[in-house]
């Protein structure tokens, strides 16, 4: 078997800038199920991996249930979306207008949310859209939080 050196598997990764990975900040039952995971809504944080100093908190309905604890269920669409700076912004010199930086699938086939950037050169504003779709049905749910790009005072030393 031949496997790439590390770096350049790296860098390949790298140039293809793969969307965001989701944290799990925190999950909160909603219903207790006697067998099977509780239903439940969970928090996700995720850095904008082209935007450093952008972080996006998404809170998503989790069904539990037996098909819910296989990874088996359809999770609701319902969601929210909240983006905030919490760093200095460096945009990139080439930013797309408008690119895919979270993707996760929500059922086992076919559905999903994703959280789309997109930037508003006039108002100097990142406008994060998230939209949560049947592949088959559409885009039934969505959401937008914005980001105004402003100066970031330094640290001072202590």
């Not at 219903?31 to 972080?55: F, M, Q, S």
Request: net charge positive.
């Amino acid at each position: 078997m031949y496997r790439l050196p590390t770096l350049l598997l790296s860098a390949l990764l790298a140039a293809f800038a793969l969307p965001a990975a989701a944290e799990e900040i925190g999950c909160s039952t909603t219903e207790w199920k006697l067998i099977g995971a509780n239903h439940r809504v969970c928090v996700y944080a995720y850095d904008d991996p082209k935007i450093p100093g952008v972080t996006c908190h998404v809170s998503q309905a989790r069904t539990g249930g037996i098909k819910g604890s296989f990874g088996l269920a359809e999770d609701p669409s319902q969601f929210s979306l909240a983006c905030r700076q919490i760093g200095p912004i460096t945009l990139p010199a080439k930013l797309p207008e408008r690119e895919t930086v979270f993707s996760e699938d929500t059922s086992l086939l076919f559905k999903e949310t994703q959280i789309h950037r997109l930037y508003d050169a006039k108002r100097k504003v990142l406008v994060y859209l998230g939209i949560s779709r049947k592949i088959i049905a559409g885009a039934p749910t969505n959401a937008i939080s914005t980001v105004p790009i402003q100066p970031w005072p330094a640290a001072k030393a202590p």
